[in-house]
Structure formats: C-alpha cells, structure tokens
C-alpha cells in the first residue's frame, strides 16, 4: 500500500499568483465588532492555492475550492495532468485546504507559501477525474477489486460521509461492456467493504437465503439425529428392563433360576440415569426446533437476515 506523506509542505512561490482572477490578496478592510458572529467575516488561515496555469479556480474565503483542470493528486508534476496527458479533466471540490496545517506564509521568513493540493491533510474533497489512479491517489487498498489505473472515477473523502436517501439506495457494478476508455470490461467487479483500509481478511458475504437453507438443512439433519439417539437409549432401556427379569431353566428339578444379583443391581442402579437421558434427548430436540425457528424465520428473535438489505 502506497505511504502518503502527512507533513508535506506548499511551496514557496517567487512572485503572487496574478492568474487566478478569484484570489483574495487581503482580507477586507473594516472589521466587524463581533467578527464572525451571524456568518460574518472572520479571520482564518485561507491557503494560497498552487493554481496551474490552465485551471480555473473558485475559491472563497475560508479555504474552500473548486479547481477544474487536468489530474493533478497533489504538486504541478503530480497525476496525468502533470505527465502531460490529455482527457483526463478532473473538478475537484475542496474543504479546509492542508487541514489544521493551513498557512498563508512561513512563519520563519514571512514569504507567502503557496499550497499544493495532499490528499491526506485535506480535510474534506469530492474528486472528478476523466483519467486517474484513484486507490493509489487516496492510498487505498487493493481489496478484491484491485487498484485500477487509467480509469475515470469519483472519489469522496472526509471525517465522515453520508449518503442518504428518502427512498433506496444501490451499489452497482458491471453496468456496461465497455469502461470509459474504450476498454471492453470481460469480468463485472464486486463491491469491498473495507474497514480499516485492511483487506488481509475480506471475505464473501454471506447470501441470506441460502445461509438459512443450511442452517435449516443442518437444525433437521441434528433433529434426525436426536431421533436415532432417542431410540437407541429407548431400545437399551427395554433391553436392561427385560435383562434384570432374566432367569435360565435349572438342569435339576427344572425349575427357573433366579435373576442374577448383581445385574439386577447395576440396572438397577442405571436405571434413573437412562430416565434421565430421555428427558434430556426429549428436551434437546425441543431446543433445537426453536433454534431452527428462531434464526431461520423472520418473526424469529434473532433471524438472520436483514430485513431490508440484499447482495447477491
């Protein structure tokens, strides 16, 4: 996975950017008594943008930005855009330019700095690109779906993102034969919910349906096997019963003998233990119906599948 640079600094520029018409040189003249308060004017750290030539910048007062021009993930050299390459227009929207690292000059020699763009200080960007490497921009990792280069893509990052909608929302991938170079696309991507930026442990999601065929499959096999069990200790219980009345026809008079002492005992003596056991194989096989319906069903306590969310 690619380092990113956390401390990288602008550059420091040998004369003012005149080609950028949206530049704030100073801030306004006459200060507010409450400065800030209601959405007025306040004083922050509003970087000086490194702007290429060709980019057109919109740029407010708090450091924010919209930049339209080519690639360019950080300095002028960076991305297609600084390798000279053509379609590869990029829009990229920025909040909070170097994040917390923000500055207008060098506090040593006063100069004015001009900032380049860092993926990882800035605070908040949404990021357009006709052409770009997007994962290794945003030292991402590969997952399953790999790092493509020469791709267009959209990128958003921040503290936090949300998408939300009033009605569904959908993920997907595999839409059109042909990516947005001209490229046939022969296998459809799937879709890497990565946490951490760590993919040395992704694995499949789970498909619900079938998740709960095999727990159904499994909860009626274990079921049969309750019943097998069940009937065995019933046979041994009919087999001790009919053991502890056992008697042999004596040789002389012919009279029966009487049942051995010591197996009658040990029935005896296992004959609660034998009790016991059923109630405990009839209990099992209650347990293991509500387990089954507990999972398995959607009016179950702790069904397993989502109520409102599908993959495939």
Do not use: W
């Not at 600094?9 to 800030?36: C, D, M, Q, R």
């Not at 790999?146 to 949300?162: E, F, H, V, Y």
């Not at 034969?177 to 459809?188: A, K, M, P």
Request: with cysteine; net charge negative.
């Amino acid at each position: 996975m690619p380092k990113i640079n956390l401390i990288e600094k602008g550059s420091i520029a040998p004369k003012p950017n005149t080609n950028n018409p949206f530049f704030v040189e100073k801030y306004p003249s006459e200060e507010p008594s409450l400065e800030g308060i209601n959405n007025s004017f306040i004083r922050e750290a509003h970087p000086r943008y490194n702007k290429a030539t060709p980019e057109k910048v919109v740029e407010g007062t708090n450091n924010q930005f919209i930049i339209l021009g080519r690639d360019r993930p950080g300095n002028l050299a960076s991305g297609y855009g600084g390798e000279g390459s053509t379609h590869c227009g990029m829009i990229d929207i920025v909040t909070g330019m170097s994040g917390m690292l923000a500055r207008e000059v060098d506090p040593e020699t006063g100069e004015p700095v001009y900032t380049d763009k860092n993926f990882a200080l800035d605070a908040a960007r949404i990021y357009i690109s006709q052409r770009t490497d997007v994962d290794k921009n945003f030292g991402l990792a590969d997952g399953t779906v790999g790092s493509p280069t020469l791709r267009s893509a959209i990128a958003m990052k921040a503290d936090g993102i949300r998408i939300v909608a009033r009605n569904g929302i959908k993920l997907v991938t595999g839409t059109d034969t042909h990516n947005s170079q001209g490229v046939q696309e022969l296998i459809s991507s799937g879709i890497d919910l990565i946490a951490g930026n760590d993919d040395r442990d992704l694995q499949p999601l789970v498909k619900g349906s079938n998740m709960v065929k095999c727990v159904v499959d499994l909860a009626e096999h274990t079921a049969d096997l309750s019943s097998i069990v069940l009937k065995i200790v019933k046979h041994i219980f009919q087999l001790e019963a009919a053991l502890a009345v056992h008697t042999h026809i004596c040789t002389a008079p012919g009279t029966p003998s009487s049942p051995a002492p010591l197996l009658a005992t040990n029935i005896a003596t296992g004959y609660p233990g034998l009790v016991k056991l059923i109630g405990e194989m009839m209990q099992f096989t209650k347990d293991n119906v509500m387990i089954k319906l507990n999972n398995t069903q959607p009016f179950g306590e702790n069904y397993i599948n989502s109520q409102y969310n599908t993959t495939n």
